[in-house]
């Protein structure tokens, strides 16, 4: 399922900075587990060329990052699904019921006002 109404650049910002900045590998959030999977670096904004990484993003490439990907339970009971945050959509696998999706962004979206 993609939920593509809104802007989600401030959770990919957040997002980085927790994983990237604190370099630990889950967090809870809530009632969520999230655990970092990988990311996409914007390497050429006139080619739209990516670089696909695996690892927690560097200080110099945290502003540059188009996409997270990440594992989350709480989401579904029982199950753990993949997430993808990009600038203007987020991606959810297995979908989800849209309610409990939109619950789990909207807890993220609260979340970020801490760190700005």
């Known amino acids: 399922m993609k939920i593509s109404e809104g802007d989600y650049y401030d959770l990919i910002t957040y997002l980085t900075g927790l994983f990237g900045i604190k370099k630990i590998p889950e967090v809870s959030i809530d009632k969520y587990k999230i655990k970092f999977d990988k990311a996409s670096i914007v390497v050429s904004a006139d080619t739209g060329e990516l670089c696909h990484i695996d690892r927690f993003p560097?200080?110099?490439?945290?502003?540059?990052?188009?996409?997270?990907?990440?594992?989350?339970s709480g989401i579904s009971p029982g199950n753990r699904m993949n997430v993808s945050i990009n600038w203007d959509f987020v991606e959810f696998q297995p979908d989800p019921n849209v309610r409990d999706a939109r619950e789990f962004l909207e807890v993220l979206d609260r979340s970020t006002f801490r760190y700005f």
């Open 58 to 72: 560097e200080k110099e490439e945290r502003d540059k990052i188009k996409s997270l990907s990440l594992e989350v």
